[in-house]
């Protein structure tokens, strides 16, 4: 590099003042210019200005002298050479706020405050402080901080190659992320030996095993391992936290077969395929071994089925061919056969397992999907049902009800293959909601009673463990616990081979990244997520040029934020002691700190991370949204009320629900603010229950009309086609308080992000103050119209 100096000059048109510092950092040469008003007094080196050029000249010769705003000082140096005469120089000028606009993009401001105090330079140990700004020396020394910190931002950019630490969490078990596999190796191994259990044992009962961590300490990354590894021979299904106490069985089913139509690694059947063709395979393949006689149909049926299950799907006739349609019949009949021998008929299970066998028998992938819309519960339109030969289920079905039998019959059928395995994940916002838990608490005793050959597992924080032992029944506890997994932090050499693995993945070496200092910092975080994070960090920081965050609270307010819990949960036990009865559990919502004021700069800070987040998640959002999804009215409800209840911390809002006698309506909100009141709903059924629904809701707009309301319907749902259908929706936009809106994916996109952002505040996915993240998305999103319902 070539040698370089610092300079730095004070005056507005002509020289009062200059500094120089040298490629070492010292300061080489100070002058004020003899004569010029000065409010401090007299200086010392005061001097002529010519003296001052001079020196000036000698201390530059064949240098590069950097400037913080170079035009400037250019400007000054010029106009007092010519005040002495002398002749300007051909002198070679660089400038770091030039520098930092190309290296620091998007930053609020380049004055040399703004990047001293956000790049955390420090000259002798000290932050820059305004107070001292505009002298010469001061400035030029963390001119020269600053250069020092581009220079370095220079050598290590890595261009083209994304943040190697800028993933830190994983969302489902069905994401792929580097795996250090020596790590809660000994754990996994006990997950690994239950399912052995369970697979021998003579009953298959089920059993429960409760996985313990601290948020960001590797709980879902466990479960990502166990699919990479189980998935050709096990079937995993993953579970989001419910939301609406009405629905949790159907929330848990739902879930369950979004989990199903994941794809098996290296494979082009999906875990819904594995399962159906290992079970109905061996059931075939057990009876035919059975039987003295075989028609040569069945010899061939044996011999296919026996080489490969997954043969069932495309080695027993052609599509649409009599022989086909013949043998899936026969396998029809040969399965509820042995259905009602092993386990009786009754409830929804024959029908449900006509269904699954309907499944099977299509290859057409429209099919396919329509029955496995209705498999969920959903009434279909007539000309769907006549493509599929399925009949609607009852009008007015028991969700519920038909969830878990649903989730019987899968867990029954698995005793013929490999143990399922059941994860629970994101469960910490069900403290906020008391009867919430308590119904997810009877959910999950039913499943362990009624759904045999399961490994249940539930990923909890300790707290939240401890909070579930106290409030579920020891039946609840007893099962959900048979066995207790504790994640604990790994240990600092563990934490550099994770670090190491994620940086080697972008042929990047660790060491060439951090500093010892940086990465003694890094590795002081309380959890492995904490650990990337704070790498992904200091990353941006010398590659993008991204300030570092500043510590999320202080000491004194993580004690007062303790303290007020404490003194809520103490008031509350008061009660329960008087015997007064609370709806629910003291409400202390993450991180909300109402006591504080945020300054300035820490709401910019928030206000970049929350930015970050923002976009990382409309992209995750954005893949997702092409899967196949089941569109619940309960579960997109519940995720208004989620909203809601959390808005309803800082703001005077009241909900409450519509009634219109005994008929039914469409799941819907009421949410009342100190201007307007909206009745929020969502209508994603079809069929006769569409229509009668509507018409419903078309009646309470009449009955209300001092109430907007608004109906929503998922643009991926089947278009409805019967004329009445079709009346009622023109009926409801026609109204003068109503609207039925068709959900499309931006929307739809913005309403889950909304959702999102507060389920991965309450799980700690995103630490960041509840209430300063919704003040900063009603400005992101002032536009939405959930959250210009809030608004007014």
């Known amino acids: 590099m070539k040698d370089f100096i610092i300079i730095d000059t004070e005056g507005k048109d002509e020289l009062t003042e200059i500094a120089v510092v040298d490629s070492q950092g010292n300061v080489i040469y100070e002058a004020f210019v003899k004569d010029e008003l000065n409010a401090e007094g007299p200086k010392v080196n005061a001097l002529s200005l010519k003296d001052i050029i001079g020196e000036f000249l000698n201390q530059a010769n064949s240098k590069l002298i950097i400037c913080h705003y170079a035009e400037h000082d250019i400007k000054v140096l010029k106009n007092s050479f010519n005040k002495v005469n002398t002749k300007w120089q051909n002198l070679e000028f660089g400038c770091t706020f030039e520098l930092s606009k190309t290296h620091f993009k998007g930053v609020k401001s380049y004055s040399l405050e703004y990047l001293s105090q956000s790049l955390n330079l420090k000259v002798d140990g000290k932050l820059f402080n305004q107070n001292f700004a505009h002298s010469a020396r001061y400035d030029a020394l963390f001119t020269y901080q600053l250069y020092l910190k581009l220079m370095s931002h220079k050598q290590t950019m890595l261009p083209n190659k994304p943040n190697p630490f800028g993933t830190s969490r994983v969302d489902t078990p069905f994401q792929e992320h580097v795996d250090l596999k020596t790590i809660f190796q000994d754990e996994f191994k006990v997950l690994k030996s239950i ?70 690694p290296s494979s082009h059947y999906s875990q819904l395929e594995y399962l159906l063709a290992q079970s109905f395979s061996k059931i075939t393949i057990d009876f035919l071994n059975k039987k003295e006689r075989l028609t040569p149909n069945q010899e061939k049926i044996l011999d296919t089925l026996s080489q490969e299950p997954l043969n069932i799907y495309n080695l027993l006739g052609h599509e649409n061919s009599d022989r086909k349609r013949k043998n899936w019949q026969w396998i029809e009949k040969l399965t509820l056969e042995w259905w009602s021998h092993t386990y009786g008929f009754g409830g929804y299970s024959t029908a449900i397992i ?97 759904a045999p050959n399961c490994l249940i597992i539930l990923n909890l924080f300790p707290d939240r463990w401890q909070h579930f032992k106290n409030f579920f029944n020891d039946a609840i506890v007893d099962r959900v616990s048979q066995y207790e997994v504790v ?55 010398k590659v993008e040029g991204m300030p570092l965050p500043k510590s999320m609270r202080s000491f004194e307010d993580e004690v007062r934020l303790a303290l007020q819990k404490l003194r809520e949960d103490v ?144 643009v991926r749902e089947s278009d409805i086609t019967g004329k009445v259908g079709i009346d009622e929706m023109e009926k409801l936009n026609n109204a003068p308080n109503g609207k039925f809106i068709d959900m499309d994916q931006e929307n739809r996109l913005s309403f889950e992000l909304i959702y999102k952002l507060i389920v991965d505040i309450q799980n700690f996915d995103f630490e960041i103050d509840l209430q300063k993240a919704l003040t900063i998305l009603e400005t992101l999103m002032s536009d939405y119209w959930l959250i210009k319902i809030f608004r007014d």
């Open 487 to 541: 994640l604990n932090k790994p240990t600092d050499d563990q934490l550099k081979l994770i670090l190491a693995l994620k940086a080697q993945a972008y042929e990047i070496e660790l060491k060439a990244l951090f500093t010892q200092e940086e990465l003694k910092v890094i590795l002081n975080q309380n959890s492995i997520r904490g650990v990337l994070n704070w790498a992904s960090h200091y990353y941006r920081h």
């Open 195 to 264: 399912l052995v259990e369970i697979k021998h044992d003579p009953n298959h009962q089920s059993k429960g095993a409760v996985v313990i961590g601290e948020a960001g300490c590797g709980k879902t990354h466990l479960m990502m391992r166990l699919a990479k590894e189980l998935l050709n021979s096990h079937r995993l299904l993953f579970i989001r936290q419910p939301n609406n106490p009405n629905a949790v069985l159907y929330h848990i089913y739902s879930r369950i077969l979004e989990s199903l139509v994941e794809m098996i």
């Open 571 to 714: 008031a509350w036990l008061k009660q329960q002691v008087i015997g007064i009865e609370p709806k629910m559990a003291p409400s202390h919502y993450p991180t909300s700190e109402p006591e504080r004021v945020p300054s300035h700069q820490d709401l910019n800070d928030d206000e970049n991370r929350f930015k970050v987040y923002i976009e990382e998640q409309k992209v995750l959002l954005e893949n997702a949204y092409h899967k196949k999804v089941i569109h619940s009215d309960s579960d997109d409800i519940g995720k208004v009320i989620t909203v809601s209840e959390v808005f309803k911390t800082f703001k005077n809002i009241e909900t409450d629900y519509l009634r219109l006698g005994k008929r039914k309506i469409p799941e819907h909100l009421l949410i009342k603010t100190q201007k307007q009141s909206f009745v929020v709903g969502f209508l994603h059924l079809g069929g006769s229950v569409f229509t009668s629904r509507i018409k419903n809701f078309n009646q309470l707009v009449i009955n209300y009309k001092e109430i907007r309301f608004g109906l929503f319907r998922d």
């Open 354 to 450: 006509k269904g699954l066998i309907k499944f099977c028998s299509y290859s057409d992938a429209l099919k396919r999907e329509l029955v496995r819309k209705w498999l969920s519960g959903n009434q279909l339109e007539p000309s769907e049902l006549e493509q599929i030969k399925l009949e609607n289920w009852a009008e007015e079905i028991s969700q519920e009800d038909f969830s878990l039998e649903a989730i019987s019959v899968f867990s029954k059928l698995s005793i013929v293959d490999e143990p399922l395995i059941i994860i629970f994940d994101q469960l910490e916002g069900l403290k906020y909601h008391e009867q919430l838990l308590f119904n997810f608490g009877e959910a999950i005793k039913e499943i362990f009673t009624h």
